[in-house]
């Protein structure tokens, strides 16, 4: 959408004449703005090419479901998302860590019906199928790891390919999900995409959680992504555990093995040095 198509959207939607629109930092898929209205009120606009609608009705239900703060939905077509905008630096302290571990320990306490969600999801542009499955590993196995390897695979399907000699190395690992993974005792509601630029903060405190991946899943893939995007270091962890445990052999072995499906999703997106990061990890596991 240009900006003179977005100028124009926002009157018709809001009623207002935008006075001035900022270009946001975070919009790797799509763009982001913050838009100042002549009614004085500030929202933020975001387009393109994804069903921009599956976003806001991620964040509509993390808002009835939890006590995350998330922007509300202003408007919300397939188009255009229209959010409150939140005022907050993606820059975080080790306050900021404690809080969001206190916050996403909570999260992960609202047990679900079973593994999946109401809809398929979006994490980025890239399709989350989200059918209700009662084992966790069954789930993990089919709707995210031969999920993501099949598009990963693809060679039409995006910039980046999954080799073919990878792609049985992977094949291999999810063969043997059983022996290397657990059930978990609980589903529990996700965020489902927590870095640095997908979190507000201010004053030792998080003020926002953008841009989710939302589902019922097993917690420890939502800490295994905080880990492995460094988004927060030891306070957090620390805090997370004094608020809710985390299981024996997370660190060792299961983070590796909930890495492999958000990298899956880093290889059809961007190729690259994520190829080589995929195997590295395939081959810590034993692949």
Known sequence: MTRTALEKTLADVLGTTPERIVELEGGQIGSVFRVSLANGRTVVAKTGNTPLATEAFMLEYLAEESYLPV??????????????YIDGSTTHDEGVARDAARQLASLHEIEGPAYGFPRD????????????????LE??????LHHAGAIAANPESGPGTLPEYLFERLEKCIGDLESILEEPP???LIHGDVWRTNVLSRDGR??????????YAD???ELAYIDWTDTFGPTFFDAYERERSIRDGFWERRRFVYRVYPLLVHVHLFGGSYVDEL?????????
């Open 71 to 84: 922007p509300s939905v202003v408007h919300a077509s397939d188009e255009l998302l229209l959010m409150e």
């Open 279 to 287: 195997e590295a990890t395939l081959e810590r596991l034993g692949y």
């Open 139 to 144: 789930f993990y196995r089919t709707h995210r």
């Open 219 to 221: 917690p420890e893939i």
């Open 121 to 136: 999801t979006l994490t980025g542009p890239v399709r989350q199928p989200n059918p209700w499955t009662e084992s966790w």
């Open 206 to 215: 998080v003020t926002g959680f953008l841009d989710p991946a939302t589902y």
């Open 186 to 188: 609980q589903s529990s």
